[in-house]
């Protein structure tokens, strides 16, 4: 199994150019997240699904948009980068809404993104 | 609004010494998490706390919850330098599978 894989590792944006990160994951999870890293800040959710075809909004959801129109993808997009939107992203899946005992999200690697 | 707020959040410590880190949270919940973030790496689950009391260990590290006080602790016992790392708590928020993270606590063990 590969876990939770994201594309791309690194990417650097001019102001206003839009790009979509993917994240892919083989473990057959319902839940899928995408987090944005900023330093001393911990993790911010963006936006989240409950399910193949859901979305919702997290705690920074301006400026993104995501869809899961498969269940072991979710897309995260941005449509006309800002620098402020300079960070780290994180992928994470798991298994329903953390309801089981060792319920917990499993992260991918990254994509470290600079909009200059 | 949940809040979750960790101390310290750098914490530069001698190998062989025990130190505690502090996770407290704003509003109700019950369950609780700590995840090991290595340089430029992902994310690795450690702990999973999902009542009041809860107690689990591995290795030289050992987490509790005190859902009552809003507190979890992250204690090292005897630590070595491969448990240099960055340390995150975070909790559960409004179901959902949904989490709040802390800021982080950035450990560095020396010789």
Known sequence: NAGVTQTPKFRVLKTGQSMTLLCAQDMNHEYMYWYRQDPGMGLRLIHYSVGEGTTAKGEVPDGYNVSRLKKQNFLLGLESAAPSQTSVYFCASSPSGLGGSTDTQYFGPGTRLTVL | ?111
């Open chain 2, 1 to 111: 609004e949940l809040k979750v707020e960790q101390n310290p959040l750098f914490l530069s410590m001698q190998e062989g010494k025990n130190y505690t880190i502090y996770c407290n949270y704003s509003t109700t919940s019950d369950r609780l998490y700590w995840y090991r973030q290595d340089p430029g790496k992902s994310l690795e689950s450690l702990f999973v706390l999902l009542s009041n009391g809860a107690v689990k260990q591995e290795g030289r590290l050992m987490a509790s919850l005190d859902t009552k006080a809003r507190l979890s602790t992250l204690h090292i016992t005897a630590a070595v330098h491969d448990l240099s790392a960055t340390y995150f708590c975070a909790v559960e928020f409004n179901q959902g599978g949904k989490l709040i993270f802390g800021q982080g606590t950035e450990l560095s063990v020396k010789p």
